[in-house]
């Protein structure tokens, strides 16, 4: 199994751009996630979806959209880059189980956006 | 809100040193709480995790304890080794699909 999968690894936009970031993920799991890495902020949830065809806002869902046309890909796009979505963006998935409660998220090895 | 403090790095040991590094959190109802490790360039792995209260999560080496009454889940390693240099993550999971990640510690550990 390749476990959850990102691409691209890296890429440089210019403001104003657009791009659509992949997560891939072969375990089968309901869950997906999109969060942000910054330099001394942690981790911080973009979006996330509960399956395929849902999909709800995290913590900064602003100047994001994401789907979820299949069960085993979850998308990110940027419609409009900006300096300040410069970061390393890291996908994640995990099951569910007892009652529909999520368990531990298993990452992806990220991408790091540099938007200029 | 929910959320995690975690302590500040960088920290830096000598081989063999013994390892803490402090977690304490703020959460409503019963969370699920984790360590995780980040490896230079890599994603986070999960390093372990305890479930309720007074549970004790292990691998590697590594032990952290579910402590309620101070809500605390201090990460510690009693020989730590130059493989463990990482930066490593406490993290809270609530209700349903919210994990609350601490900042990261840099471990730094030199031969």
């Known amino acids: 199994n390749a476990g959850v999968t990102q691409t691209p690894k890296f890429r440089v936009l210019k403001t104003g751009q657009s791009m659509t970031l992949l997560c891939a993920q072969d375990m089968n799991h309901e869950y997906m996630y999109w969060y942000r890495q910054d330099p001394g902020m942690g981790l911080r949830l973009i979006h996330y979806?509960?399956?395929?065809?849902?999909?709800a806002k995290g913590e900064v869902p602003d100047g994001y959209n994401v789907s979820r046309l299949k069960k085993q890909n979850f998308l990110l796009g940027l419609e409009s880059a900006a300096p300040s979505q410069t970061s390393v963006y890291f996908c994640?998935?995990?099951?569910?189980?007892?009652?529909?409660?999520?368990?531990?998220?298993?990452f992806g090895p990220g991408t790091r956006l540099t938007v200029l | 809100g929910d959320s995690v403090t975690q302590m500040e790095g960088p920290v830096t040991l000598s081989e063999e040193a013994f390892l803490t590094i402090n977690c304490t959190y703020t959460?409503?109802?019963?969370?699920?709480l984790f360590w995780y490790v980040q490896y230079p360039g890599e994603g986070l792995q999960l390093l372990l995790k305890a479930t309720k209260a007074d549970d004790k999560g292990s691998n590697k080496g590594f032990e952290a304890t579910y402590r309620k009454e101070t809500t605390s889940f201090h990460l510690e390693k009693g020989s730590v080794q130059v493989s463990d240099s990482a930066v490593y993550f406490c993290a809270l999971l609530t209700g349903a699909n919210n994990l609350f990640f601490g900042t990261g510690t840099r471990l730094t550990v030199i031969p």
């Open positions: 979806s509960v399956g395929e065809g849902t999909t």
């Open positions: 959460a409503t109802g019963y969370p699920s």
């Open positions: 994640a998935s995990s099951y569910s189980i007892n009652r529909g409660q999520p368990n531990e998220q298993f």
